[in-house]
């Protein structure tokens, strides 16, 4: 079991990075995929990215995909999340998520964080 600490959140301009980091509790975080979905107000929780246990294997959404890049620091249990080019729409809370597999889908992960808040300005 592990349980996912999101940060990094912030505010900033449109064509900026920010770096999201999820420190997993727990001894078996090496063991889980990982994963990073968000939400927007008035929206449904969306999958953003997603790593397989040994960081081999990666996942992106469409709307991400060459912008964002997800990577793992076993020895840290640590999951990361670089943004850059930065977009109004990529406003959300971005949640950190621990599951058996890599999936792009809310339903194949257990554990959860509390999330964190990015704000993109125009």
């Known amino acids: 079991q592990v349980q996912p600490v999101e940060s990094g959140g912030g505010l900033v301009q449109a064509g900026g990075s920010l770096r999201l980091s999820c420190a997993a509790s727990?001894?078996?975080?090496?063991?889980?995929?990982m994963a990073w979905f968000r939400q927007a107000p008035g929206k449904e929780r969306e999958f953003v990215a997603a790593?397989?246990?040994?960081?081999?294997?990666?996942y992106y959404a469409d709307s991400v995909k060459g912008r964002f890049t997800i990577s793992r620091d076993n020895a840290k249990n640590t999951v990361y999340l670089q943004m850059n080019s930065l977009k109004p729409e990529d406003t959300a809370v971005y949640y950190c998520?621990?599951?058996?597999?890599?999936?792009?889908?809310?339903?194949?992960?257990?554990?959860w964080g509390q999330g964190t808040q990015v704000t993109v300005s125009s």
């Open positions: 998520a621990a599951g058996g597999s890599v999936l792009p889908a809310s339903w194949g992960y257990d554990y």
């Open positions: 727990g001894r078996s975080f090496s063991s889980y995929a």
């Open positions: 790593i397989g246990w040994s960081g081999d294997s990666t």
